[in-house]
Structure formats: structure tokens, C-alpha cells
């Protein structure tokens, strides 16, 4: 068969888009992890399916799938992604609503950038030296100095594979902060297992446990990452994080046909 792709890519963290609203692509673990191998495939950090939604007020429902091929997850830079992609196939306009796997999304959608709206968040928990947060996805995060001379890919798998995370995995965030309510992140991800240029759900967990750890004072908070920046804004009530917003650019890089 010859598979019709998009390649989109938000802040460095690549995509394939599939317009799968007629329903004919079928997960296959093997299939997608050849397409998203860099050497043997079309090469991304993952692949999203962009269906027919499932709910009346929807516009669509995003499905993701690491590069390891196993379906996982919210992933908030390709959530900014598959909304330019509904924009671009003419699915919306300015706006859009959607259901991933952690519940309902609303986006918006400008030439300079695509704001989504992520879970709210009830819990921050506190480690040794670390913080964990759910934003859809897990993340470890670890606020530290010379951020640039991390090795990520060796320190990061160290942390997804111990004790504490073997069974389900992690994503693991290591942070510096640059300025007043900024800070630098960069992450491994669990099913790339590696190193991205970016992620929207890592992002967004950086933002909240910097508030909740005192770095930051402002429900503004702008995160670098090695492919770009991103902001995050949201509002505390009690211990309750609400109206969280990730916000950044994304953009369709190309488009293609693969025979599989
Ligand atoms: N790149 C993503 C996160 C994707 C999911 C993650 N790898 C996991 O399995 O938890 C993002 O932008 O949020």
C-alpha cells in the first residue's frame, strides 16, 4: 500500500500526521516504528492519527504512538501539532476541540503559534532532589546547573529504568533556570528513548513544579528547549492547577508517500 503522510514538527519534536478519518490505517507496532526509524523509515518521534471524532462537539480525536510504535500517552507538542493539521486539511478554522487519550482539549490556532489546553493538574509530588508531575504524560524533573553539559540520553535512561518507574516508565526533565521565570529544559523520552528536541507535556510539567517549588512567581512561565521556546500559563486555586495552557509554534515540514 502507499500511505499519504504529513511531517510536522513543533519546537524540534517530529511528527507523521496521518489523515485517518476513513479509518483505513490499522495501529501495527512494527509498521510505525519503521516509520518513524530515521534510517529505514520517514523518521520522527512519533506518529498521530487525526480520526473522526467520537463526540458530537468534537472537531476530531488524536491518537499517538511513540517511534517505539506503541501507542502512549498525551504528547502536548504534537497536540499543537494535529490542530495546524486540522486547520490545514480544513476540519477547523481559528479554534478547535478535541478528545486524546487523557480527555478533552481545546486549541487555537494563529500563523505565529498554537495554543492548546492541557489537563488540569491536583498533584506535584515531591521526591528526593525531584519532582514528579502528570500532564498527561509522566515526567521526572530534576532542577539543576549547566544544563548544556547533561549527558540526557545515559542520565535520563538511568532514571526512566529504575525501581521507582520500571513498570510503567517516565519521562525524564532536566531544568536550569535562566531568569526570572524562565527556565531551559531538556528531556528523554520514554518510546523515543532518547533525547528530543523538545516536549509540549515536559514543558508544561517544568512550569508547574517550578511554581510549586518557589523558582518561579508568575503563571507566565517561558521554557527553552533545544528547538525552541515554548510558554506555559495556568491559575493555582488551592493546591489545583487550572487553565494550563502550552503555547508555541508548529509547522507542516512535508508531505509524502511511503509504500508499506
Ligand atoms: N513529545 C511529547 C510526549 C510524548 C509522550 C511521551 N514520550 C510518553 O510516552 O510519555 C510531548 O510533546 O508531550
Known amino acids: 500500500m502507499q500511505l499519504h ?10 511528527f507523521i500526521l496521518i489523515d485517518n478519518r476513513k479509518d483505513f490505517f490499522k495501529n501495527d507496532t512494527k509498521l510505525i516504528s519503521r516509520l518513524c526509524d530515521r534510517k529505514f523509515g520517514i523518521g520522527a518521534d512519533g506518529l498521530i492519527l487525526l480520526q473522526k471524532p467520537e463526540e458530537e462537539a468534537d472537531d476530531f480525536k488524536m ?8 501507542q502512549s500517552s498525551m504528547c502536548g507538542n504534537g497536540g499543537r501539532c494535529i490542530v495546524h493539521f486540522a486547520k490545514f486539511l480544513g476540519i477547523i478554522e481559528k479554534e478547535a476541540t478535541f478528545t486524546a487519550i487523557d480527555g478533552k482539549h481545546l486549541a487555537t490556532v494563529n500563523p505565529e503559534d498554537v495554543k492548546l489546553q ?9 521526591l528526593k532532589n525531584a519532582y514528579f508531575v502528570d500532564s498527561g504524560s509522566p515526567h521526572h524533573i530534576v532542577f539543576t546547573e549547566n544544563v548544556q553539559e547533561i549527558d540526557v540520553k545515559a542520565n535520563g535512561s538511568e532514571i526512566r529504568y529504575n525501581n521507582l518507574y520500571k513498570k510503567t516508565g517516565v519521562n525524564v526533565n532536566f531544568v536550569e533556570q535562566t531568569g526570572e521565570n524562565k527556565f531551559y529544559a531538556r528531556t528523554y523520552e520514554r518510546g523515543v528513548e532518547d533525547e ?25 512561565i517561558s521554557i527553552d528547549t533545544l528547538g525552541g521556546n515554548l510558554q506555559v500559563s495556568f491559575e493555582k486555586e488551592d493546591k489545583h492547577y487550572k487553565n494550563i495552557w502550552l503555547s508555541g509554534p508548529a509547522e507542516q515540514v512535508f508531505k509524502g508517500e511511503i509504500l508499506c
Open 63 to 70: 491518537v499517538y504512538f511513540n517511534a517505539d510504535g506503541k
Open 5 to 14: 503522510f504529513y511531517k510536522y514538527q513543533g519546537t524540534g519534536n517530529d
Open 196 to 220: 528530543t528536541l523538545s516536549c509540549g507535556t515536559g514543558v508544561t510539567a517544568v512550569a508547574i513544579a517550578a511554581f510549586e517549588a518557589g523558582l518561579a512567581s508568575k503563571s507566565t
Open 118 to 126: 492541557m489537563q488540569d493538574i491536583d498533584e506535584v509530588s515531591t
